[in-house]
């Protein structure tokens, strides 16, 4: 017989998903035929697999050593990040970066913390998850900042794996949010889905941008080009986007904008704004490659100048980041372009 008891961080979720998670290898007709036979109990009592589990919820299971480690999985590998964190302190609510810099290595830093999530910065350049193993990811630097500081063992990560919640572009820096306990997931995955976690974007575009203007259009992304397309009227596949922007600081040919971004769609800010003739500098995808390449050729810059600079959560609170300095010497170059 094994016994489980639920984590907080592992309260929130469904028996039969969790279940599903500890013996990853077993199909789920045999795990609900362990629940209907009881040798699989909740709090000693016959489950269905439908319980909402809580904290401190224990589950016994009366299967064989043989038949638990032929379904269940192994503790979870070391991810991509070393191990060279001191252990948090015991509210694990501090703001740090956790994890020496190595020279290469891009660290996103520790904005915020609770019980539930994280808020970092991610650096431009880095992966908001793995797009291949060998990646570095911030993904993995939550996982290894839970693990190095105690807040998770590798066999927690059985039945529970924190996550990186909305995505970056890997060449676009600024502010991720991360789950770092199931309520903190579906916390956050409800905010997103229901938009009431406003985004507030910095950008430096081509041209001179005087007013603010909120735009509405319709996005379809192409899988193969990994680009999108976006008109002003529907089309078959595509979904609706809107999108505000305040012009903060203007030049000759650029400028510094404020942007809003209500839904959150693959490459939208990126697309939306070169649609009406004003893309992201440093931006190759849907840029301006001549005046990219004057940009580059000036400051080294090769990235898109775009950073999620701040977040606002319903009950009003609110992180930001500042941008990189690549901002300001872009938009002080472009300032003195004609000279």
Not at 32 to 57: F, P, S
Not at 192 to 211: A, E, F, P, Q
Request: aromatic share 8%; hydrophobic share 35%; charged share 30%.
């Amino acid at each position: 017989m094994k016994e489980f008891e639920i984590k907080p961080f592992e309260a929130g979720q469904r028996l039969d998903r969790y279940l599903a998670k500890l013996l990853n290898q077993a199909p789920k007709s045999f795990i609900y035929k362990m629940l209907r036979k009881k040798n699989i109990v909740l709090n000693d009592k016959k489950a269905t697999g439908q319980e909402c589990l809580a904290g401190r919820d224990r589950i016994k299971l009366y299967l064989s050593d043989d038949t638990f480690d032929k379904f269940s999985l192994k503790p979870a590998k070391e991810t991509a990040f070393k191990k060279e964190v001191k252990p948090a302190e015991e509210t694990g609510c501090k703001k740090r970066s956790p994890v020496k810099k190595v020279p290469g290595r891009l660290i996103p830093q520790i904005v915020y913390e609770d019980h539930d999530i994280l808020i970092l910065n991610k650096p431009a350049g880095l992966l908001s998850q793995k797009a291949a193993p060998q990646d570095d990811s911030a993904n993995d630097f939550v996982l290894d900042y839970l693990l190095e500081s105690g807040q998770l063992t590798k066999e927690d990560l059985l039945t529970f794996r924190p996550s990186i919640c909305n995505r970056l572009d890997r060449n676009t820096s600024g502010l991720l949010t991360a789950g770092k306990s199931i309520r903190g997931l579906q916390q956050m995955a409800e905010l997103l889905k229901d938009r009431t976690l406003k985004k507030y974007y910095l950008c430096i575009v081509k041209g001179k941008v005087t007013k603010n203007r909120h735009l509405k259009g319709y996005l379809k992304k192409d899988p193969g080009s990994n680009k999108v397309e976006i008109h002003t009227k529907p089309f078959e596949g595509a979904d609706f986007i809107e999108t505000s922007y305040i012009p903060l600081k203007t030049a000759e040919e650029a400028t510094l904008l404020q942007v809003h971004l209500i839904t959150g769609r693959s490459h939208q800010i990126r697309a939306h704004l070169a649609s009406i003739g004003h893309p992201v500098l440093g931006d190759y995808k849907y840029g301006d490659r001549n005046i990219n390449q004057f940009l580059k050729s000036r400051t080294g810059i090769s990235g898109q100048l775009l950073h999620a600079w701040k977040m606002i959560m319903p009950d009003g609170r609110e992180w930001t980041a500042p941008p990189p300095e690549n901002f300001r010497k872009a938009f002080d170059t472009m300032t003195d372009k004609r000279g």
